[in-house]
């Protein structure tokens, strides 16, 4: 069964905006939960992070741009993204890792759940 689930994505014009969401099935008290995204051909590249701490982390490509936060009392992690550039274009997915006190020593690989991803395209 699908523990995160995306949705939001979609088509937008350069400068325009989407909000990303993603619900969990269950997030708990100590976690750190990610957005990343990937190009076909491409790495996946992490954009943002969130802990249970409230504490942020951006990509230097999004800082400014794109704002992660979250709902505990939906459980849902959400990436809101503004000012968005042909270069934005890619999938995004969010990931989770339950139990951890803090995002910094979360690897790329160390994410537990991933969900399956949502389309994001910008052009004009």
């Known amino acids: 069964q699908d523990q995160l689930t995306e949705s939001g994505g979609g088509s937008a014009q350069p400068g325009g905006s989407l909000r990303l969401a993603c619900v969990a099935k269950?997030?708990?008290?100590?976690?750190?939960m990610a957005w990343f995204r990937q190009a076909p051909g491409k790495e996946r590249q992490r954009i943002a992070t969130?802990?249970?701490?409230?504490?942020?982390t951006y990509a230097d490509s999004v800082k400014g741009r794109f704002t992660i936060s979250i709902d505990n009392t939906k459980d849902t992690l959400y990436l809101q993204m503004n000012d968005l550039r042909p270069e934005d274009t890619d999938m995004y997915y969010c990931?989770?890792?339950?139990?951890?006190?803090?995002?910094?020593?979360?690897?790329?690989?160390?994410?537990?759940?991933y969900g399956q991803g949502t389309q994001v395209a910008v052009s004009s």
């Open positions: 990931a989770m890792e339950r139990g951890v006190s803090t995002c910094l020593r979360v690897g790329d690989a160390d994410f537990a759940f």
């Open positions: 269950y997030i708990g008290r100590r976690f750190c």
């Open positions: 969130i802990e249970h701490s409230g504490a942020t």
